[in-house]
């Protein structure tokens, strides 16, 4: 197997999906994971032939997903805010649609009931609805953003 068949399967594996895949031919085994995420790839050769040393090479593809990161703010201050998690999985949007204005900014003031964001899950979008009066002092997560269950998005004031 040369390079080149396995830079075509490097690409092919991280186009498809997959999280792992391994190759095992005589003397040739290789191993390519994936991050579903961001595709980026990483691939060991082996090659064991009986007079040569085995040969190990990590490839990364070019294609990186920008990291985001939430800093945790000190617990002291933020004791007596309301934290707002995602009830879902799934995209978050801060607008109903690209042409409309956003839901909530910093320092507006939502009511019980108030729609602060929408989650696009299986190309279904769900207005979350907050569950709390008062004040929007963080909002956490950025425009278009992948989120988990249960990931922090707002921080409300209830004051």
Known sequence: MDLKEIQNLIKFVANS?????????DDV???????????VSETTYVQQMP???????????????????TPEAPAAENSHYITIKSPIIGTFYRKPSPDKPVF??????????DVLCVIEAMKLFNEIESEVSGKIVKILVDDMSPVEYDQ????VDPS
């Open 104 to 113: 909530v900014e910093v320092g507006k003031t939502i009511s019980k009931g």
């Open 51 to 69: 007079a040569q040393p085995v040969l190990q090479q990590a490839v990364t593809s070019q294609q990186t997903a920008p990291v985001v990161s």
């Open 152 to 155: 922090p998005l707002f921080l």
């Open 17 to 25: 999906g997959v999280a792992e895949v391994k190759l095992e031919m």
């Open 29 to 39: 085994k290789i191993t390519i994971r994936t991050t579903l995420e961001g595709n």
